[in-house]
């Protein structure tokens, strides 16, 4: 089966070809247009997919030597995510679908991210634990078997991603923040600030990112009004130290109140260099397997919405699924503040 699977929740364009399992090409463009605002704008991500869409996907069938005669069925994301943005590759994908007469298949964001450790590894074993860390999610999942998962906690407030994006903003980094956060960070003293973890023994999986972001203003307006330099280095690691703690701690709580065999990370935050380290030394220790996938899995793509789609079609999980036209709408959520 050749699935043919488009992406555009938010600020990438990204389309697929995957053939049973097999990812054939994974084509994300990302919009640099939103660095020069320090973060989203909801119109121009819109302006953008529609200016892309259509060369992202020749491109990505192109480097999977597919032609659409050869694709069986095309997915797509229907949210959460941006309406805008989700309008145009909803909108496209049904367009492709009734010229060409496929079936559609729409697919959850979310539900994707989670299932991209089984796609980057199709061994790991069931039952897992997946953390999805992205700019606006993060949560635990409880991962049972092939369509069937349910979500453990999430955060109150900030996601990881935005607090990694924020922090980034209120030291003067760009746009996205978390990989200039990471970066930095590597020649940072972890131990400079005292920042808060939050939740961090509460007995919940939930988590809350909001009092770290107020710390770290608190500390740079503090510096600001002594006329001191801020050691941002010495910040970022401090506060990349803090997010890693509380996401280590909390989804291997979960790991070892629920003996699981996995523990899988995914989301754009989930390429944090401390991160994966962490989470891999405190996986080893417990001798449980654990998958971060390579980064084209890890952020917005179109590989992870085809696998879940083919997913869904093996295990005949398809009610409502596979209409030509579709009758289903999308699933927006509100932007988060900047
Ligand atoms: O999953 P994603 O590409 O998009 C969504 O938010 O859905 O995640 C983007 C987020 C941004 O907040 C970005 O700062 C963060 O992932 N991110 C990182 C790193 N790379 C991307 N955060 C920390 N460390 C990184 N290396
Ligand atoms: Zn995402």
Avoid: W
């Amino acid at each position: 089966m050749t699935i043919l699977a488009i992406e555009t929740s938010c600020d990438d364009t990204a389309a697929a070809v995957v053939r049973d399992g097999a990812v054939l090409s994974n084509i994300i463009s990302s919009q640099d247009i939103h660095d020069h605002y320090g973060g989203i704008v909801p119109e121009l991500a819109s302006r953008e997919h529609v200016k892309g869409i259509a060369p992202i996907v020749h491109a990505a069938m192109q480097e999977a030597k597919v032609d659409i005669d050869a694709v069986d069925a095309i997915a797509v994301t229907y949210g959460p995510g941006l309406a805008g943005s989700l309008l145009v590759g909803c909108h496209f994908a049904k367009g492709l679908a009734m010229r060409h007469a496929k079936p559609l298949y729409p697919i959850h964001h979310i539900e994707a991210h989670l299932y991209s450790g089984y796609l980057e590894d199709p061994t790991l074993p069931y039952p897992s634990i997946c953390l999805v860390v992205s700019g606006g999610h993060t949560s635990i999942f409880h991962v049972t078997g092939p369509t069937s998962y349910s979500v453990m906690g999430s955060t109150k407030d900030d996601a990881a991603g935005e607090a990694f994006d924020k922090i980034a903003k209120l030291v003067g980094l760009g746009y996205p923040g978390g990989p200039h956060v990471d970066r930095l960070a590597r020649t940072g003293n972890s131990a400079a600030f005292d920042l808060p973890r939050g939740l961090i023994h509460e007995p919940t999986y939930d988590f809350s990112f909001s009092g770290l972001k107020t710390a770290v203003r608190r500390e740079v307006e503090k510096m600001r009004s002594k006329g001191t330099e801020l050691p941002i280095e010495d910040l970022c690691a401090s506060a990349q130290t803090a997010i890693v703690d509380v996401l280590v701690s909390k989804t291997m709580r979960a790991a070892d109140d629920l003996k699981v065999n996995a523990v899988v990370i995914a989301g754009g935050v989930s390429a944090n260099s401390e991160l994966r380290s962490r989470m891999s030394a405190a996986a080893e220790q417990r001798g449980i397997a654990f998958v971060a996938p390579r980064l084209g899995y890890c952020v917005d793509n179109a590989a992870m919405i085809a696998f879940v789609a083919q997913m869904r079609i093996k295990s005949g999980m398809t009610e409502g699924l596979g209409e030509q036209i579709p009758s289903f709408s999308i699933e927006p959520r509100p932007m988060r503040s900047r």
